[in-house]
């Protein structure tokens, strides 16, 4: 992780929420300097329902993946809602699921609630043949069991966004074949754990993200984060 930018490389920014109402009055003005600045970005919608109010942007560079993140998984139970998950990939709208997962951190949905959510759209990813975005904070025994029982019978790719696991885990995820994207907080000074889980990322697992617009890297703390950011962190 540099201390500056890294201006003589164009990353790819793997997880942002450019459809956050933080972005709702510069959009459009930001995905396009975006575009000019990084290969591409993918773009999650956590609750896929913003679609109905809020019209993507079709880019060869924009990719977008849409699940209901732990806060909506009461949505995922409902058959209605999964229904727009399938109609978006038989679109080819996205081009993968999620973010999906558990959060025992700030989410109040009951634990139960979330993991049948978590296990109905895995299995929706596997019926639909397309990667999964996984979302896991302070959960990760319980992502971890899930996403064994998930692999042994699907052969898609797993991503864990924004690792911020402990580092004796982090072995176990990798070893079922996960993707590990690390965000703006590795930069961060007390960080040091999650520093040394990026080191044990082999290099062809590893992938870095912003989370826009939130885990805005060291240089720019404090600020609104965008997908440009990215650069702070490789």
Do not use: W
């Not at 329902?49 to 079709?58: E, H, M, N, S």
């Not at 049948?116 to 639909?128: T, W």
């Amino acid at each position: 992780m540099s201390e500056g930018r890294v201006s003589a490389v164009f990353p790819i920014d793997s997880h942002c929420h450019l459809y956050d109402e933080k972005f709702d009055e510069d959009r459009n003005e930001l995905i396009s300097q975006t575009l000019q600045k990084l290969e591409g970005i993918v773009i999650i919608l956590e609750e896929p329902d913003l679609l109905i109010t809020k019209p993507l942007i079709f880019h060869p560079q924009i990719r977008y993946t849409a699940g209901y993140h732990p806060y909506y998984s009461k949505k995922a139970i409902d058959s209605e809602k999964l229904n727009l998950l399938k109609q978006l990939s038989n679109n080819n709208v996205i081009s993968a699921i999620g973010e999906i997962g558990l959060d025992y951190y700030h989410c109040k949905v009951p634990r139960k609630i979330q993991q049948e959510a978590f296990e109905i759209q895995l299995n929706l990813a596997k019926s639909l043949k397309l990667p999964v975005v996984i979302h896991s904070r302070n959960a990760e025994e319980d992502t971890y069991r899930i996403l064994k029982n998930f692999s042994k019978i699907n052969h898609e790719k797993i991503l864990l966004h924004c690792y911020g696991g402990n580092i004796e885990i982090l072995p176990k995820f990798i070893d079922l074949g996960c993707y590990i994207s690390f965000a703006g907080n590795v930069t961060y000074p007390k960080a040091n754990e999650l520093r040394e889980c990026v080191k044990l990322t082999p290099i062809e697992k590893l992938l870095v993200e912003t989370d826009s617009p939130y885990l805005a890297p060291q240089p720019v703390r404090g600020k609104r984060c965008v997908p440009e950011y990215v650069q702070y962190t490789l």
